[in-house]
């Protein structure tokens, strides 16, 4: 099996040379078509890997992973819209793990330019790297990129099939396809006539597709609308299908309990759990173990039972080491240095403020745990988990068991929240690993809540340090530092075994790639090398970036004596218009004056990510001595709105998570574990303490922008910025339950 880590290494470096100009790829290898995946069974047919009919109708492909987001619906659409689809005849699918279906837009992502500036010469240079994943067989949902993704593939997917459909048509009829229409799932004959696309299918996948023009937007009857969510009624209904859903006849069920310190394993002891009733076997995992039982309750409760000697971390074991060793890298030389404009080090005449910052640790939570079902058979096997990474899912189980990935065949759920944690392939891992000591028994591996907790993969803890000059108002300087354990080369390690080259410009988004304009700028990156897993969590390096920078932004303002509107939509004015109408806009939503009446702060927060420029103004209220966070307002500019509903939840949906996590989030460490267990001590906003909210959806016409992302980083500075408004004390640490008497 070192072929599939070599495969996968040489396939990754390839990917990554590519992104910095080092390598030339055959041009053939990269725009030729991925094969077509679906497999079909009698009285079906597929006309593209997006499009499977057959006598229960249409079904749409939809490849990225759906965790609550609406991804689905808003896919589903991109086809139905050019295929003349009845939307309630529509069936969806997630679709099996296959090059055809890699992510287009991630590896774009990676170009070492500002997005706000992209022309059009660049947003071409994006799609022609982002090509490359096809090679990659990268087919992952995250960096907010599946709508920018699909947004042309699966609208050719719909109007290449319509058109086929009606050649199909056109030859059983005798007429010229010219003469044919098409509406709601049939094609219409000039005399009236329908067939309906299911009995056209198996003559049109016959047939070669013929090139197409996709339809214009004022043509549009379901695109730019709210369309009824297709995960709606059998979430409604619990009839939807989560990985904790899945049962599977003969299934034997099982736990794990993994190092706390994310360290290897002394000894263990299993002489009373294995004498409890029911329990089958509890198998050396080397850094933990795992228990099978005949449910998953008594194998969490034999999984305690055992009796361990852990190895102590690698890494500083609390809290304040780990912090230490994170501001210590600030003086390290920078990995990343994407924003150097004029001269930070030369003397610049004004009034010069500094400034510190940290922030934690952060959980994903995800409300569903971690879980997998595996079955394995000798020569085969079968994956049913919620991910976000099916293709890695099948190459890293395979490897686990000691088969080919082509012998594995992945199932994918809805999940209960992804946030970035179900890009991570260990819990499916570990049910490959559990059902190959059961040859032919179907295992369902459930992690225990705390469990999940303790064995996440971290938003890693940051520190920054700021330096910044203003005069006559404006700014002249800014300097800025930010330190934190890379997520980049972490999770690059663990998917490929190599860290890509050049600078890790993740690290530092959403602080160097701002659309102000000042005359002197600098943002470095600084990598600390400690071992605490981290991984991608909503809005990655943006999360920290955005708290540190705009809270800076906003000192500055102060410092000027200028108003904090003003300050930002001078600086975005000169640089990106789409951005300063966007801090404009959310002014005017809020009737924002400057001024607040006693018992009441606000503030605002911006913040440019994955292609939206977000602005968020909170206002918080002074009850009796606690604090409630009353009111949010949101203006959002996604070029086009495909789905305005889906949009809006999405950036309400950011906006909760970024003020859940800078109000009361943290990970704390104590002997190189984590203190958090669950919710009781990780909680999150919940309907009493989450604030109204106002959302405008702004359309420039740029590039369509992402939206599950973008919500999140500027609710944290505008929440903190409006703290400082109401108490005047400036918040410089999450969470902020730490300084104000937040009512959560």
């Not at 992973?65 to 139905?80: K, P, S």
């Not at 837009?105 to 010469?121: Q, R």
């Not at 918080?620 to 307002?633: M, T």
Request: proline share 5%; charged share 20%; with cysteine.
């Amino acid at each position: 099996m070192a072929s599939i880590g070599k495969i996968a290494r040489r396939t990754f470096l390839i990917g990554s040379a590519a992104l910095v100009g080092g390598v030339a790829f055959g041009v053939y290898q990269v725009k030729k078509d991925a094969p077509n995946p679906l497999q079909t069974a009698d009285g079906e047919s597929t006309l593209n890997p997006y499009i499977l009919i057959n006598t229960d109708g249409v079904t749409i492909i939809t490849p990225r992973a759906e965790m609550g987001q609406g991804i689905q619906t808003t896919m589903a659409a991109l086809v139905a819209e050019e295929m003349d689809l009845n939307w309630n005849d529509i069936n969806v699918m997630h679709g099996p793990p296959a090059k055809a279906y890699y992510n287009g837009a991630l590896l774009g992502l990676a170009l070492p330019y500002h997005h706000y500036t992209d022309s059009e010469f660049m947003t071409g240079m994006r799609e022609t790297v982002g090509e490359v994943g096809k090679l990659l067989n990268l087919q992952v949902t995250g960096g907010s990129t599946s709508t920018r993704d699909a947004y042309t593939k699966m609208r050719e997917a719909g109007a290449t099939a319509r058109e086929t459909l009606k050649l199909a048509a056109a030859d059983r009829l005798g007429v010229d396809a010219s003469t044919l229409k098409t509406e709601n799932g049939h094609v219409i004959a000039a005399g009236g006539e329908k067939l309906s696309y299911i009995d056209l299918a198996a003559e049109a996948a016959a047939i070669d597709p013929p090139k197409v023009d996709l339809r214009a937007k004022s043509a549009w009857t379901k695109l730019g609308k709210a369309m009824p969510r297709t995960d709606m009624v059998g979430k409604s209904t619990g009839t939807a299908t989560y990985a904790t859903d899945v049962a599977l006849d003969g299934a034997k069920f099982a736990t794990v309990r993994i190092n706390p310190a994310r360290a290897g394993m002394v000894s263990f002891d299993a002489t009373e759990a294995e004498a409890m009733d029911g329990v089958d076997r509890v198998i050396d995992l080397g850094n933990g173990i795992a228990v099978v039982a005949s449910n998953t309750w008594l194998a969490m409760q034999a999984a305690e039972m055992v009796d361990i000697t852990w190895e102590p971390s690698t890494y500083p074991e609390t809290t304040d080491g780990l912090m230490e060793a994170i501001t210590a890298s600030l003086s390290s030389e920078p990995n990343s240095v994407t924003r150097d404009d004029g001269d930070v080090d030369a003397a610049v005449e004004g009034t010069e403020i500094t400034a510190e910052y940290r922030v934690p640790w952060l959980a994903h939570s995800t409300m569903e745990p971690m879980t997998s079902s595996a079955l394995y058979t000798g020569d085969a096997m079968t994956i049913w988990a919620g991910n976000q990474a099916p293709v890695i899912i099948q190459q890293k189980t395979a490897e686990a068991v000691g088969l080919t990935p082509e012998q594995v065949t992945v199932q994918t759920t809805y999940m209960g929240g992804g946030f970035g944690r179900r890009t991570e392939f260990d819990a499916a891992v570990h049910a490959a690993r559990v059902a190959k000591e059961f040859e032919g028994t179907p295992i369902k591996l459930t992690w225990s809540r705390e469990e999940d907790m303790r064995h996440d993969f971290y938003r890693p803890a940051a520190a920054a340090s700021f330096r910044g000059v203003v005069k006559d108002g404006e700014p002249v300087l800014l300097h800025g530092k930010v330190a934190a354990p890379s997520v980049t080369h972490q999770s690059s390690l663990r998917i490929a075994g190599q860290i890509p080259p050049g600078p890790d410009r993740g690290h530092i988004e959403g602080s160097a790639d701002q659309p102000y304009a000042i005359p002197n700028f600098r943002l470095s990156g600084h990598l600390t090398d400690i071992s605490v897993p981290v991984g991608f969590w909503r809005s990655v390096g943006n999360s920290f970036n955005g708290f540190f920078f705009d809270t800076f932004i906003d000192e500055m303002a102060v410092a000027a004596g200028a108003d904090a509107v003003q300050f930002r939509l001078n600086m975005a004015a000169k640089e990106h218009s789409a951005s300063a109408k966007v801090i404009e806009t959310v002014a005017e939503m809020a009737g924002w004056t400057g001024q607040t009446p006693d018992g009441v702060g606000r503030g605002i927060g911006f913040t440019y990510s994955f292609g939206t420029p977000t602005a968020e103004i909170v206002e918080v209220v002074d009850e009796d001595g606690a604090i409630r966070i009353n009111k949010c307002w949101i203006a959002c500019d996604v070029g086009t709105a495909l789905d305005p509903s889906i949009i809006e939840a999405q950036m309400v949906s950011g906006a909760i998570y970024g003020m859940s996590a800078a109000a009361q989030g943290e990970i704390t460490f104590t002997d190189g574990a984590a203190d958090q267990w669950n919710f009781p001590d990780y909680d999150a906003l919940r309907m009493h303490n989450t604030p109204k909210f106002e959302v405008s959806i702004l359309e420039s016409g740029h590039s369509i922008g992402g939206v599950g992302e973008p919500g999140t980083p500027p609710s944290m500075p505008a929440l903190g910025n409006a703290l400082f408004d109401l108490t005047g004390t400036r918040a410089t640490e999450l969470p902020l339950m730490k300084t104000f008497d937040l009512i959560l």
